[in-house]
């Protein structure tokens, strides 16, 4: 299977997937890392362009994911790119990774770009129905600590589990390798990007579904083939 994750930041695809990515990988699948603002050059306190692109590739090599896909796009700026650009972007690298599985951010969670970025992927991944293509099989909204989950629920717009991977706490312990692998993104407890929110939010997803440490992904698509 080949998995495409298609995210705004550079250290969102391990916040959301990370655990997943090294397990799947392991297990023989490929996964590819499509990240929309490569350079978030409006990021505090973030290193310098080529040093964040040497993070960048090295999360990756941590989780087993293909070298990262790096997008123009500035961060903190995605309302004001037209979404026909976004959705064309997402497109081309749909037509050339020709993935099985496609990962994007909630569509109600509180950062506008991942926002603009879930709209976007939405609206791309129905290319397979447009042009002679290997038909996506999923589509499903991840979870970013310390964002989807301080968006206000509306209308039961919230991310809401009903899909999960068991991560293990070898996935675990790969996910926070890679978020440290980036300059700045873990923080101390009580933090939710911390160790010990993100070992909890591993155990509480794995909670829900019986199983030990889990991400959690909402179903936007899921094609059952009998």
């Given at each position: 299977?080949?998995?495409?994750?298609?995210?705004?930041?550079?250290?969102?695809?391990?916040?959301?997937?990370?655990?997943?990515?090294?397990v799947?990988?392991?297990?023989?699948?490929?996964v590819?890392n499509?990240?929309?603002?490569?350079?978030?050059?409006?990021?505090?306190?973030?290193p310098?362009?080529?040093?964040?692109?040497?993070?960048?590739?090295?999360?990756?090599?941590?989780?087993g994911?293909?070298?990262?896909?790096?997008?123009?796009?500035?961060?903190?700026?995605?309302?004001?790119?037209?979404?026909?650009?976004?959705?064309?972007?997402?497109?081309?690298?749909?037509?050339q990774?020709?993935?099985?599985?496609?990962?994007?951010?909630?569509?109600?969670?509180?950062?506008?770009d991942?926002?603009?970025t879930?709209?976007?992927c939405?609206?791309?991944v129905?290319?397979?129905?447009?042009?002679?293509?290997?038909?996506?099989?999923?589509?499903?909204?991840?979870?970013?600590?310390?964002?989807?989950?301080?968006?206000?629920?509306?209308?039961?717009?919230?991310f809401?589990?009903?899909?999960?991977?068991?991560?293990?706490?070898?996935?675990?312990?790969?996910?926070?390798?890679?978020?440290?692998?980036?300059?700045?993104?873990?923080?101390?407890?009580?933090?939710?990007?911390?160790?010990?929110?993100?070992?909890?939010?591993?155990?509480?997803?794995?909670?829900?579904?019986?199983?030990?440490?889990?991400?959690?992904?909402?179903?936007?698509?899921?094609?059952?083939?009998?």
């Amino acid at each position: 299977m080949i998995y495409l994750s298609v995210t705004a930041h550079p250290d969102d695809e391990i916040l959301g997937f990370g655990g997943s990515t090294a397990v799947l990988t392991s297990n023989g699948h490929q996964v590819f890392n499509l990240i929309l603002s490569g350079d978030v050059e409006a990021r505090r306190h973030r290193p310098d362009v080529e040093e964040l692109k040497a993070h960048t590739h090295f999360a990756q090599q941590i989780v087993g994911a293909q070298p990262p896909i790096l997008g123009p796009f500035p961060n903190i700026k995605f309302n004001s790119i037209p979404h026909l650009e976004l959705v064309q972007f997402i497109e081309k690298h749909i037509e050339q990774i020709q993935p099985d599985v496609v990962v994007t951010h909630h569509p109600y969670d509180l950062n506008n770009d991942h926002y603009h970025t879930s709209k976007a992927c939405q609206a791309a991944v129905r290319l397979f129905q447009r042009k002679p293509m290997k038909p996506l099989k999923a589509l499903y909204f991840m979870e970013v600590p310390s964002s989807t989950d301080w968006a206000f629920p509306i209308d039961g717009q919230q991310f809401r589990p009903d899909t999960f991977i068991e991560i293990g706490e070898v996935g675990l312990a790969k996910k926070l390798e890679a978020l440290y692998a980036y300059e700045g993104v873990m923080r101390p407890y009580p933090h939710p990007r911390s160790d010990e929110a993100m070992r909890a939010l591993a155990v509480l997803r794995g909670s829900q579904v019986g199983r030990n440490l889990c991400e959690g992904f909402q179903t936007a698509m899921n094609i059952i083939e009998p």
